[in-house]
């Protein structure tokens, strides 16, 4: 189907395809001849019977008027598409009207259809003058007006569908009775051909474009149009139907058919050609052109006809037959004919490309692309016909792949194949913002020819299916499930009610029909409606489950599967969910879930199964180091799994477009405190859990040294002498304490890594209009010649601004500012709050910070209960899973937090929280962050906060109330900011 890109889109073509549809009908009939037509009284009945039993959607309307007079006037008030005209009318003749039919809307069609035999003198003519464009013969059927108002449909997109690859099959008759007798035919058998190959679209898309792109009639009388067509469009060509005796030079010529076959066997070899003659003579001249010959006085005329379209046309199934005509092998699909080529005799294989069959059917079933590449290729061009064999099997593979690319498929059982770039639905409604995401980017890749630009790695999205939100709603309809939610106390009560719940059976048949195929370990995520959006991404909200899917019982691996599904539904109704979505304009009941479930991008090493490196870059960097441009962009990059890089653990940060600049590389000894010591894997062993009790219940938390067995440490890391203080990325040959560095990574010994991530950035921060963030795995593969992968995982867009405010922060005198940051995220002017929470300097120990944030918890309740805000000041990241890296705080346990700001002491040190879920949040909030290094000039005036007053004094915690607000002024261009004094606490001043 790739002959219908126009501008890198598919879908663009299929409003190129099939413009011109006859969608009004004026029939002009007496009402005798009407009477005729009718028989039973409802013609229009039948048409509308004849295009429905065959699929058609665009169903023309007929108006009957009994006169010309009458038609005159209905064509100067109302549009038609085509008129139809009976032979007998009261008040001109059919030439007469076509005449002034004509000289009010030029260009008009105006058909005669005539019940009686049409004569030769009439035919002169009708050829003679052009107010009758063509003759039909009524017998009866009311399909011949399916064929009147397809031909004429055909002949007005010829010229435009034609440039898109559309097949054209050349009628050439001159007798109406004859070809009024098998058009209809024709048309029925192609658009039944049709019907079968639109089942095997990937979705509606797919399917409309097969639809539009079926061949074209083109009924043509004489020599001179018949052989314009053949040199306007000889590539294009299907087929021929000729007869034999027809017009050439003006002149009646009696072999006019012959002559027209040796002009085409010139420019068309291979061509399938049938002459039609009711002379039998005619048989021994078709025979020496080798082509078919039907006798027209024969009483299977059209019998035979539709038999010689099935077998040189490309209709209907391919069979692979032997020289002798014996059978040996039938496809219905392209993937089944690749598959059955595989296993074909020799002799079979050159006898069908010998003969152009495969291209012939691949053009019959719109797969113009292959059908193309195919056609110029000879049996001699190949040293076997194993080679010959080889290539037509991977060319199919290669265009079966290419077709899903980037395409949005309906789930189907039987096509299902475990394959990357493989993007499937299941059910109706949403896919939601995280999928979208996933099927969006997936087509800007395709569009964008990036693997072409990376041959050295293998770029795709992994394997995905999406259950809609409609699947999500109709699992709420259980017993008032969602009310139930609604009023539970915990969650524990909310997942209860949800695993005792059931799946559709409809999912339910579809999910196992999915786990029966694929068998690599796969994600659940959540992919809601609010999701991932701008307005309040949910990062970190809903659960994700990573699941083995490694044992042998497809019945264990079903009910892990829909335990997951069912927890993530669970999971909207959390008490985090609807105390996080309680501070937006949203609502929970507003929201939709989709599920994700995509295979896990990794490598299985033993039961271990995890990528190479997982990372997560930003096409806008907030906190630029050296002279770097924050367009320059950010990524975090870790050894196996994704998860620390949420959570705010240990990774590495580099700017893809400057990978050389990295601060942390300048004090090497200071490597083994800063870098990853511990990875994520998915445990894929026969002793996995059977349920996912737990989000992180299959996922294990190892020491990096775990990896060197495997060979994947030596791949991401160098080597460290602790005594000389260098660093080493020659693993075979230095000796030293291997330390997580990906420079083989960054330095592009593999790919061109650090250029690809870039490219991507830039490639959706164009396409999205606005600053992305991606997620990504890479796996490389130590032991084995093979391609390193790149799996795009996940895209969405940043609440980053380039809506950036004047604020200036400039000339005011340190006396008056509390809290200084060169670091800041946000923009503007802050003027409202009178709260400050802020960890005690004195009182804080890196080992007691789950202990604080208990404590924070408590304080952001009362604040909540007061409908207060607050300025919150802590030290380390805020929400770090590592309580060694920061203080540990649930997203919700500091919802009342409108200024955070992160601080180091002098033996607490913790880089800026960036591409964490809590980055995230604060971006979607539109808070103000601070950080102080405690480097340069930025500071936390800890003296003036000791000497004021608190209304509640913790543990670890102090809580001060103004009279006044604590004014912020945060430079969003310049990423600085300052927060000034409040005058006098509640309590006065001590």
Not at 174 to 183: E, G, K, Q, R
Not at 211 to 224: C, Y
Not at 465 to 483: A, H, K, M, P, W
Not at 953 to 960: A, T, V
Request: charged letters at 25%; glycine letters at 8%.
């Amino acid at each position: 189907m790739g002959i219908f890109w126009k501008q890198g889109s598919k879908v663009d073509s299929l409003h190129d395809l099939m413009q011109y549809h006859v969608q009004e009908v004026l029939l002009v009939s007496s009402m005798y001849d009407a009477f005729l037509l009718e028989e039973d009284g409802r013609l229009s009945h039948r048409v509308f019977g004849d295009f429905m039993d065959l699929d058609l959607h665009h169903i023309p309307r007929i108006t009957r008027v009994s006169s010309a007079s009458e038609a005159l006037e209905a064509l100067q008030a109302e549009s038609f598409d085509i008129v139809i005209t009976m032979p007998r009318l009261s008040d001109m003749s059919p030439f007469q009207f076509g005449a002034k039919a004509k000289g009010i809307r030029p260009g008009l069609p105006i058909v005669l259809l005539t019940y009686s035999p049409v004569t030769s003198r009439v035919l002169k003519q009708i050829r003679r003058h052009d107010s009758i464009d063509k003759a039909f013969y009524w017998f009866g059927d009311s399909k011949i007006f399916l064929a009147i108002v397809k031909s004429i449909e055909d002949m007005k997109n010829l010229e435009t569908d034609s440039r898109y690859g559309v097949n054209i099959i050349l009628v050439v008759e001159d007798s109406p009775w004859y070809y009024s007798a098998f058009l209809p035919m024709l048309y029925t058998e192609i658009i039944k051909q049709t019907r079968r190959i639109v089942s095997e679209g990937v979705n509606d898309v797919q399917r409309m474009l097969r639809i539009r792109a079926r061949p074209k009639i083109v009924s043509v009388e004489t020599f001179e149009e018949a052989e314009s067509i053949v040199k306007a469009y000889k590539e294009r060509l299907l087929g021929v139907i000729s007869d034999i005796r027809y017009p050439k030079d003006g002149k009646m010529t009696k072999d006019a058919g012959l002559q027209l076959v040796r002009l085409i066997r010139e420019e068309i070899p291979d061509l399938g050609i049938v002459l039609q003659s009711s002379e039998q003579r005619i048989e021994g001249e078709a025979e020496k052109l080798a082509v078919r010959f039907i006798n027209k006085n024969s009483p299977t005329l059209l019998e035979e006809l539709q038999s010689f379209m099935l077998e040189n046309f490309g209709f209907g199934d391919f069979v692979f037959r032997m020289p002798d005509g014996h059978v040996v092998g039938k496809a219905r699909t392209l993937r089944e004919f690749g598959a059955v080529l595989s296993g074909v005799p020799a002799e079979s294989l050159l006898y069908h490309t010998s003969r152009n069959h495969v291209s012939i059917w691949l053009r019959a079933r719109t797969e113009f692309e292959l059908a193309e590449k195919l056609r110029p290729r000879k049996v001699s061009d190949f040293e076997t016909i194993e080679k010959l064999r080889q290539y037509l099997v991977e060319s199919i593979e290669l265009s079966i792949s290419k077709e899903r690319i980037g395409v949005i498929s309906d789930f189907s059982a039987s096509e299902l194949q475990e394959e990357d770039n493989l993007f499937s639905r299941i059910g109706t409604g949403s896919m939601g913002g995280k999928a979208r995401g996933v099927a969006f980017m997936n087509a800007m890749m395709m569009k964008s020819g990036i693997q072409e630009r990376y041959p050295e790695v293998q770029i795709h999205a992994p394997a995905t299916f999406v259950i809609c939100t409609d699947v999500y709603s109709e699992f709420l309809q259980q017993g008032n499930l969602r009310e139930r939610a609604f009023s539970a106390g915990s969650d524990e009560e909310v997942f209860r009610m949800f695993r005792e719940s059931y799946i559709s059976p409809t999912v339910e048949k579809d999910l196992r029909s999915l786990l029966s195929k694929i068998r690599h370990p796969i994600a659940v995520r959540s992919s809601s409606l609010l999701e991932d959006s701008q307005a309040l991404p949910f990062s970190g909200i809903y659960k994700t489950y990573m699941l083995p899917n490694s044992h042998p019982n497809l019945e264990v691996r079903y009910r892990q599967l829909v335990t997951a599904i069912k927890m993530v539904y669970a999971s909207v109704f959390s008490m985090a969910a609807r105390r996080y979505v309680a501070n937006s304009n949203f609502r929970v009941e507003e929201e939709q879930m989709a599920i994700l479930i995509q295979r896990v991008s990794g490598i299985r090493h033993g039961g271990l199964y995890y990528p190479t490196v997982s990372g997560a870059a930003q096409s806008y960097n907030f906190y630029p180091l050296s002279h770097l441009n924050p367009h320059d962009g950010i990524m975090s990059l870790v050894m196996g799994i994704g998860k620390s890089i949420g959570e705010g653990g240990h990774v590495f940060r580099v700017s893809p477009a400057n990978p050389e600049i990295n601060p942390i590389l300048r004090k090497p000894l200071e490597l083994p405190a800063k870098t990853q010591r511990k990875f994520y894997a998915l445990h894929v062993g026969a002793d996995s859990p059977e349920l996912p009790v737990s989000e992180n219940a299959n996922l294990l938390h190892l020491p990096v040294q775990e990896a060197e067995k495997d060979g994947v440490l030596p791949l991401v890391s160098d080597l460290l002498d602790m005594e000389a203080g260098t660093l080493s990325d020659n693993n075979l040959f230095a000796k030293g304490k291997p330390v997580v560095t990906f420079s083989k990574l960054l330095k592009g010994k593999m790919f061109p890594f650090p250029k690809l991530v870039r490219e991507l950035l830039e490639l959706g921060e164009q396409a999205v209009g606005t600053p992305v963030g991606i997620e990504f795995a890479v796996n490389i593969y130590p032991r084995k010649k093979r391609k390193p992968e790149f799996s795009f995982l996940q895209i969405r867009p940043l609440v980053a601004g380039n809506e950036f405010g004047e604020v200036s922060t400039e000339a005011i005198p340190r006396r008056k500012i509390f809290c200084k940051s060169n670091q800041t995220m946000g923009n503007g002017l802050e003027d409202k709050i009178k709260d400050i929470v802020y960890v005690v300097p004195d009182r804080f120990d890196p080992g007691q910070t789950q202990e604080i944030a208990a404590e924070l918890n408590e304080f952001n309740r009362t604040l909540a209960a007061q409908g207060r805000n607050c300025i919150l000041i802590g030290f380390g990241r805020w929400g770090s899973s590592d309580p060694l890296q920061g203080i540990p705080v649930d997203w919700t346990g500091i919802s009342q937090a409108k200024i955070l700001v992160e601080a180091n002491l002098k033996n607490f040190r913790a880089d800026a929280s960036r591409g964490n879920h809590f980055f995230q949040h604060m971006l979607s909030q539109k808070l103000g962050y601070f950080y102080i290094s405690g480097d340069g000039d930025d500071f936390v005036d800890w003296d003036w906060l000791e000497k004021q007053d608190a209304v509640r004094e913790g543990s670890y915690l102090r809580h001060l109330r103004f009279r006044k607000a604590a004014v912020s002024k945060i430079d969003g261009r310049g990423s600085k900011g300052v927060l000034l004094k409040p005058k006098g606490t509640e309590k006065g001043k001590k």
